[in-house]
């Protein structure tokens, strides 16, 4: 028996817990923030947003400062899935990994379908790729017993790539001009990170450290600052036993990352304003790519993959899960937050208008594909029992 297996299984359980209860409270704070931003508080919300401290706004502080620990914490759960988690092996890959590929690619497709006219828009063609794994195990946490927790298992293997495929298209394709002397010192620091790390120091505090040093470098370096993140918690080790640094750092930010970190991102940034929003803004090219994109992209990109997959037999279905169970969390893939967001605002940094377009096809999309989700799997049969 693997000694280190039980450990595994209690950190994936308290993720799943985490994420799941911070999506229902990621929830409140959106809904809350589309409150305030149609009330009287509205011009006081936006001023407050654009109000500088020091040399960054409000809201950059918020998208590229505090989202650090987010993508760190991202990071920290990419390597442990694929070191010793649901990601350590091919066979456990494979359909998870298969379907995130399905699920970023069609919805990218169905958006450029829309917007293939518009040469600005298009710049927005990743914001439906992106699945948002606190709402949607938010909203699978709602079903209880109902859902095979296999299948909790494999969205969140799922959206965890999903992430990664994010992180990959945000360094890519939403960088701004490149600095090379902040890129090379950046490039130093990660080193030094990395040596640290073969040379088996174990104490925490000095990759902490050097990380805040990453994370300016990144920030002028033109790399989107969020990735400084990601590169730290790489280099962080992950030993064997209680004593991981990895798994310590990880277990101090799930619950702050969860309840605080995320909702206030999602409340400085969901406030879309629906003053003169009329059935143009409704049916914008824009609008419709990105709600389409995660509605019907999602579900037919995750369950055509998923489909392949076990029809040649290459992997076989998350245990006791039927069709409709698949079907119902392809259909929560679809719910796109966080991360869309977060695209949404990079690709149209300098267009409010754009934006509000995007926050609208993130919530009109999200929203019908939770709860016809929901509806699905509320009237799944069963799941099927193995012995």
Same mark, same amino acid.
């Given at each position: 028996?693997?000694?280190? $297996?039980?450990?595994?299984?209690?950190?994936?359980? @308290?993720?799943?817990?985490?994420?799941?209860?911070?999506?229902?409270?990621?929830?409140?704070?959106?809904?809350?923030?589309?409150?305030?931003?149609?009330?009287?508080?509205?011009?006081?919300?936006?001023?407050?947003?654009?109000?500088?401290?020091?040399?960054?706004?409000?809201?950059?502080?918020?998208?590229?400062? *505090?989202?650090?620990?987010?993508?760190?914490?991202?990071?920290?759960?990419?390597? !442990?899935?694929?070191?010793?988690?649901?990601?350590?092996?091919?066979? $456990?890959?494979?359909?998870?990994? /298969?379907?995130?590929?399905?699920?970023?690619?069609? #919805?990218?497709?169905?958006?450029?379908?829309?917007?293939?006219?518009?040469?600005?828009?298009? $710049?927005?063609?990743?914001?439906?790729?992106?699945?948002?794994?606190?709402?949607?195990?938010?909203?699978?946490?709602?079903?209880? #017993?109902?859902?095979?927790?296999?299948?909790?298992?494999?969205?969140?293997?799922?959206?965890?790539?999903?992430?990664?495929?994010?992180?990959? =298209? =945000?360094?890519?394709?939403?960088?701004?001009?490149?600095? *090379?002397?902040?890129?090379?010192?950046?490039?130093?620091?990660?080193?030094?990170?990395?040596?640290?790390?073969?040379?088996?120091?174990?104490?925490?505090?000095?990759? *902490?450290?050097?990380?805040?040093?990453?994370?300016?470098?990144?920030?002028?370096?033109?790399?989107?600052? &969020?990735?400084?993140?990601?590169?730290?918690?790489? &280099?962080?080790?992950? !030993?064997?036993?209680?004593?991981?640094?990895?798994?310590?750092?990880?277990?101090?930010?799930?619950?702050?990352?969860?309840?605080?970190?995320?909702?206030?991102?999602?409340?400085? @940034?969901?406030?879309?304003?629906?003053?003169?929003?009329?059935?143009?803004?409704?049916?914008?090219?824009?609008?419709?790519? /990105?709600?389409?994109?995660?509605?019907?992209?999602?579900? =037919?990109?995750?369950?055509?993959?998923?489909?392949?997959?076990?029809?040649?037999?290459?992997?076989?279905?998350?245990?006791?899960?039927?069709?409709?169970?698949?079907?119902?969390?392809? *259909?929560?893939?679809?719910?796109?937050?966080?991360?869309?967001?977060?695209?949404?605002?990079?690709?149209?940094?300098?267009?409010?208008?754009?934006?509000?377009?995007?926050?609208?096809?993130?919530?009109?999309?999200?929203?019908?594909?939770?709860?016809?989700?929901?509806?699905?799997?509320? &009237?799944?049969?069963?799941?099927?029992?193995?012995?």
């Amino acid at each position: 028996m693997n000694p280190r $297996r039980p450990h595994a299984l209690s950190t994936l359980r @308290n993720f799943l817990n985490s994420e799941a209860s911070g999506g229902l409270v990621l929830m409140g704070f959106a809904a809350l923030a589309i409150i305030v931003a149609n009330s009287a508080l509205a011009p006081g919300y936006f001023a407050a947003l654009h109000a500088y401290l020091g040399p960054l706004s409000v809201s950059h502080w918020v998208n590229d400062g *505090l989202m650090v620990v987010f993508f760190l914490l991202v990071g920290l759960e990419i390597k !442990r899935e694929m070191l010793e988690g649901q990601l350590s092996s091919w066979s $456990r890959r494979i359909l998870p990994g /298969v379907a995130a590929m399905g699920g970023m690619l069609v #919805p990218a497709l169905i958006y450029v379908a829309f917007n293939r006219a518009d040469p600005v828009a298009m $710049r927005g063609w990743a914001i439906p790729t992106a699945t948002d794994i606190a709402f949607a195990l938010g909203v699978l946490s709602l079903l209880g #017993p109902r859902v095979p927790a296999s299948l909790k298992v494999f969205l969140a293997a799922l959206a965890i790539i999903d992430d990664l495929g994010a992180v990959v =298209i =945000i360094a890519l394709f939403y960088s701004g001009a490149l600095s *090379l002397p902040h890129l090379l010192g950046a490039a130093a620091v990660l080193a030094i990170l990395v040596a640290m790390n073969l040379r088996g120091v174990r104490v925490l505090w000095p990759y *902490l450290l050097l990380g805040v040093v990453l994370w300016f470098l990144v920030l002028q370096s033109g790399v989107h600052a &969020t990735i400084a993140g990601v590169l730290l918690a790489l &280099t962080i080790p992950m !030993r064997a036993g209680d004593a991981s640094p990895l798994l310590s750092l990880e277990h101090v930010l799930q619950r702050p990352v969860a309840f605080v970190i995320v909702p206030i991102f999602g409340f400085a @940034n969901a406030g879309v304003s629906f003053a003169g929003a009329g059935m143009e803004t409704v049916l914008a090219p824009l609008t419709l790519g /990105v709600g389409f994109g995660l509605l019907l992209g999602k579900v =037919i990109g995750v369950m055509g993959a998923v489909g392949l997959m076990v029809g040649l037999r290459v992997a076989p279905m998350p245990m006791g899960a039927r069709w409709q169970h698949m079907l119902g969390t392809a *259909l929560l893939c679809g719910i796109g937050f966080t991360m869309s967001l977060f695209i949404g605002l990079l690709a149209f940094a300098d267009s409010p208008l754009l934006q509000s377009e995007v926050k609208f096809g993130i919530i009109g999309g999200s929203a019908l594909a939770g709860i016809l989700g929901c509806l699905v799997l509320f &009237t799944a049969p069963p799941a099927r029992h193995h012995v």
